[in-house]
T-cell receptor, first 115, second 114 residues
Framework: AQTVTQSQPEMSVQEAETVTLSCTYD???????LFWYKQPPSRQMILVIR??????QNATENRFSVNFQKAAKSFSLKISDSQLGDAAMYFC????????????FGAGTRLTVKP | KAGVTQTPRYLIKTRGQQVTLSCSPI?????VSWYQQTPGQGLQFLFE???????NKGNFPGRFSGRQFSNSRSEMNVSTLELGDSALYLC?????????????FGPGTRLLVL
């Protein structure tokens, strides 16, 4: 079974600084997708960034970037120039490319941004 | 495009009752997935519907059921409610195609069982 582990229940960062959230996963598949979702206190889950496992290049979306290490099964999220609006729960998620398997989520990391 | 919508947003029920939650996916999306989110168990997959057929099912008892209509709207039903069913129920839609695995979430329905 595929599992997703987020080892940091809570993280904090000073506004304008950089923070990295960790995620590891366990799978025997070679083709899959990885995602980072953000869930602010309003509860709406928002897609932050997505990575296809067959792409070696790390995905980037503005201030958000990932460090995807396929061999190590690691998928960390880096937030640069942190803003107060980045404060939220961040979930790492995994989905197999084929067979339409369900999405598996990590337990989440609560990010606090200090002004 | 309008996002995923869920109704109702909040619901209070008592043990033994049943409840039906509704989800309207993004226009053009044919896949709808349901998740239960609780502080203790986190996000857990309930089931996925694609073109009116259940395509995946999580590890939940038969009290949890769902269906999807021809317009891709989906409903989830929970019968004989238990206190432990109190949770945020999230619906997510995707196009359903092999290269479009990104799910977009609705705001959720907060269910409280008393």
């Amino acid at each position: 079974a595929q599992t997703v582990t987020q080892s940091q229940p809570e993280m904090s960062v000073q506004e304008a600084e950089t923070v990295t959230l960790s995620c590891t996963y366990d799978t025997s598949e070679s083709d899959y997708y990885l995602f980072w979702y953000k869930q602010p206190p309003s509860r709406q889950m928002i897609l932050v960034i997505r990575q296809e496992a067959y792409k070696q290049q790390n995905a980037t979306e503005n201030r958000f970037s990932v460090n995807f290490q396929k061999a190590a099964k690691s998928f960390s999220l880096k937030i640069s120039d942190s803003q107060l609006g980045d404060a939220a729960m961040y979930f790492c998620a995994y989905r197999v490319f084929y067979n339409n398997n369900d999405m598996r989520f990590g337990a989440g990391t609560r990010l606090t941004v200090k002004p | 495009k309008a996002g995923v919508t869920q109704t109702p947003r909040y619901l209070i029920k008592t043990r033994g009752q049943q409840v039906t939650l509704s989800c309207s996916p993004i226009s053009g999306h044919r896949s709808v997935s349901w998740y239960q989110q609780t502080p203790g168990q986190g996000l857990q997959f309930l089931f996925e519907y694609f073109s009116e057929t259940q395509r995946n099912k999580g590890n939940f008892p038969g009290r949890f059921s769902g269906r999807q209509f021809s317009n891709s709207r989906s409903e989830m039903n929970v019968s004989t409610l238990e206190l432990g069913d109190s949770a945020l129920y999230l619906c997510a839609s995707s196009s359903g195609g092999q290269n479009q695995e990104t799910q977009y979430f609705g705001p959720g329905t907060r269910l409280l069982v008393l």
